[in-house]
């Protein structure tokens, strides 16, 4: 029975080896057999791998210069080593940038009127003996720079301030004689003309001022050359010219004073041209110009202690009414500023500056040029002269920030 068995086992054992056998048989080429661990399915080939990696080659350089390694540059290579391109100090990158100057200005002589004469028919006091020509002042400008690091915003602001010039003149033997036509006008009640006053005065004293306030809203755009050593910044706003121009003239306890004052605004166009000697030192020349519109404010008074004097000629329209007269006017004017300095990098965010700077105004309205011909008449009303030139010119210096 055992001997049936074993060869039951073995005949079943050549049956399945006989199927197995057909089965690998039917495998296709290329497949994998079960059998054999030693197959593995064929990958396809990734194209990005399939290509040659090429050694990155040696690049050739081009010797500049003296290629002798013994070689000592002399100075002017040495300087060509150090040459940076101009880039304006105040567009550094940083977003805010302050200026501080000192200002010194002399404004020209307005019209020369004469006041007074003497005993001897002589000029005793004139308005160019209170010739105020020099006066202090400070400039600052605040800028930003924009994003765009050619542009910015500035507000700029100079003023000139000046305690005034005065002039006396003395007589005390023979007194001081007026050489102002006020017939027709009275002081201290009816029949007592002004000219008692005036005339036979034994001090007459002079005395004039003035205060000069601008005020800007600018944006600015700059331009770079090709080689980085130059620049032009173009420039536009608003412009607000303030002038202020008094005159008083004291004659015993009486006063004579006239007061104008000029409102210039509008809008401006102007250029700054730099140029950089070396690596610290810049030199620049400005111009800004307008056109503008003058609001002028003009009064004209005589006051004592007594009170106004007033017109006592019944032929004048205005007759007893005091003199204090008041007027406004609308004119056009023209500015002009021409700047010539340099600036002087300290450190990397401070500068000093200096230069110089004239500027013209006309249609100006000026206290000298409100003397009238006769005051009687001018209490009837009396137009405000407004043909007036200013020219002013000064030397600044100061330092700038960069925030």
């Not at 000192?102 to 004469?117: K, W």
């Not at 004073?257 to 605004?265: C, G, I, M, W």
């Not at 250029?271 to 307008?290: E, P």
Request: aromatic share 10%; hydrophobic share 40%.
């Amino acid at each position: 029975m055992k001997i049936v068995n074993n060869l039951a086992t073995i005949l079943l054992f050549l049956v399945v080896c006989s199927f197995g056998g057909d089965v690998v048989g039917q495998q296709t080429q290329g497949e994998p057999s079960l059998f054999n661990s030693y197959e593995r399915p064929l990958r396809p080939v990734n194209a990005l791998s399939s290509q040659a990696v090429v050694p990155p080659t040696k690049q050739e350089y081009t010797p500049v210069g003296n290629t002798d390694r013994f070689h000592r540059p002399n100075r002017s290579e040495r300087s060509a080593s150090r040459t940076t391109t101009l880039v304006p100090f105040q567009n550094l990158p940083k977003s805010l940038n302050l200026q501080v100057r000192g200002l010194v200005m002399m404004r020209d002589n307005a019209t020369d009127q004469a006041l007074t004469s003497n005993a001897a028919s002589e000029t005793a006091l004139s308005t160019r003996d209170a010739d105020m020509d020099t006066s202090g002042g400070v400039e600052i400008t605040l800028g930003k720079t924009l994003e765009d690091k050619t542009q910015r915003i500035e507000t700029v602001y100079w003023g000139l301030f000046t305690k005034g010039d005065s002039a006396v003149a003395s007589d005390a033997g023979s007194g001081l004689n007026t050489l102002l036509n006020i017939s027709g006008l009275s002081y201290n009640g009816f029949g007592n003309p002004l000219s008692a006053v005036f005339n036979s005065s034994a001090n007459q004293t002079l005395t004039r001022s003035f205060e000069y306030h601008n005020v800007e809203w600018n944006f600015t755009s700059d331009i770079l050359s090709e080689d980085g050593k130059q620049s032009v910044r173009l420039l536009a706003g608003f412009r607000y010219f303030k002038a202020d121009d008094r005159l008083h003239l004291n004659i015993d306890d009486v006063a004579y004073s006239v007061t104008d004052d000029n409102h210039l605004f509008g809008a401006q166009v102007g250029a700054l041209w730099a140029k950089r000697k070396g690596s610290k030192l810049t030199y620049h020349i400005g111009v800004k110009t307008g056109v503008f519109f003058n609001a002028i404010d003009h009064r004209t008074k005589i006051l004592g202690a007594a009170g106004y004097a007033f017109i006592e000629d019944p032929a004048i329209m205005n007759w007893r009414d005091d003199f204090d007269e008041y007027s406004k006017k609308i004119d056009m004017s023209f500015l002009g500023q021409l700047e010539l300095g340099f600036d002087y990098l300290l450190t990397p965010s401070c500068q000093l500056t200096a230069g110089y700077r004239v500027m013209g105004v006309t249609g100006m309205a000026f206290a000298t040029d409100q003397i009238p011909a006769s005051f009687a008449e001018a209490a009837e009303g009396q137009s405000v002269t407004s043909d007036g030139s200013l020219i002013m010119h000064g030397a600044y210096i100061g330092v700038d920030w960069n925030f």
